[in-house]
């Protein structure tokens, strides 16, 4: 518990910083969001609504400590402000509806290789030297040396434009109607393929690297000796001995994946035009959308802190060699 408390004191010391650095920086930067808006609209908003803009955004002539007491109240509640590229849709609002479309295609996709790239690595060191490790692991090596967004387009351009198996871009069809049937959730499946498969496959390699490396280093251990001599069968010395130490290094390595999946995959959902997060952030980034991109940063911090807390709560769980040192 004590090991556990120390942690969770050293995340939210981290949180608190993020928070303090996304209230900080767009005030140290020139101009505000209200001045951009009324850049945009050329004239045709009033002077007098400036004062009103800005209080809306949260820049006042108040003190900064007053400013920033107001800023974690409204934090807290979950107000992220207003975006004023969808002007007047809550920030929160906004990146609610790319967060279910990331979650639900970068967030499958970075478990599904996860979970294949390390059974695919284990059985290729408990077999070193046959098919799986000969062929299948340089060949997953060699695609993931291609840049993924390279894959979603040569995907897009076979699957999509030349056989025409697949759509070309979005979430679903633009003839339906969000709802829940499996008419639906079918033409999700089939828009989310392309960009899931593109991930999948350009991370594969890596997963199933990492885990025949420490798979074959711990395969070496007294420990494993230990087991065989004992007589335990091969399936469980695999699995329960092997595996499961070899897996402490991957674990750490997918909570990091796991938390920045909120970031999105940010050129396949540009190369599908998909509505997720990373393609929000694009168009914040394009429409000089602060308040947006700092509730998409203060997201994205908050994803990858909680990841890798609960990948030291799992590490705890199982390694027992962690648990002895905390």
């Known amino acids: 518990m004590a090991y556990v408390l120390r942690r969770l004191g050293f995340y939210l010391l981290a949180a608190w910083a993020s928070l303090t650095l996304n209230f900080v920086i767009p005030r140290l930067a020139p101009g505000d969001p209200a001045s951009a808006m009324f850049a945009r609209f050329e004239g045709r908003v009033q002077p007098e609504a400036m004062v009103a803009l800005r209080a809306a955004f949260g820049f006042t002539d108040a003190p900064w400590y007053i400013q920033y007491g107001t800023y974690l109240k409204h934090l807290f509640r979950g107000d992220l402000g207003l975006s004023y590229a969808y002007y007047p849709a809550r920030v929160s609002e906004v990146i609610g509806t790319g967060l279910v479309w990331t979650l639900g295609l970068a967030g499958c996709a970075v478990i599904i290789s996860f979970t294949v790239g390390c059974m695919l690595g284990v059985l290729a060191a408990w077999n070193r030297g046959g098919w799986l ?54 033409d999700v499946a ?22 025949r490396n420490t798979m074959v280093a711990t395969l070496g251990t007294d420990t494993l000796r230990l087991a065989h001599a004992k007589g ?18 991957n674990v750490t390595g997918f909570g990091m994946a796991l938390g920045f999946v909120l970031s999105g995959s940010l050129l396949t959902e540009i190369v599908f035009s998909y509505p997720g997060t990373g393609y929000l952030l ?12 700092q509730g ?31």
């Open 232 to 249: 335990l069968p091969p399936r469980q010395v695999m699995l329960r001995y092997a595996a499961r130490n070899a897996l402490l290094p």
């Open 282 to 293: 694009i168009l914040a980034v394009r429409n000089q959308d602060y308040p947006l991109m």
């Open 190 to 211: 089939r828009h989310a393929f392309l960009p899931g498969a593109s991930i999948v496959m350009a991370t594969l390699g890596g997963w199933m690297l990492s885990m």
């Open 133 to 186: 490790d000969a062929t299948v692991a340089p060949a997953l090596a060699f695609l993931g040396a291609f840049p993924y967004f390279w894959l979603a387009m040569l995907a897009l351009y076979l699957f999509g434009f030349g056989l025409g198996w697949f759509p070309l871009r979005h979430a679903y069809s633009h003839d339906l109607e969000p709802a829940l049937s499996f008419t639906f959730a079918a």
């Open 296 to 326: 998409l940063f203060l997201t994205i911090t908050f994803a990858v802190l909680a990841a890798n807390f609960a990948v030291d709560l799992l590490c705890l769980w199982l390694d027992p060699r962690t648990r002895a040192h905390a």
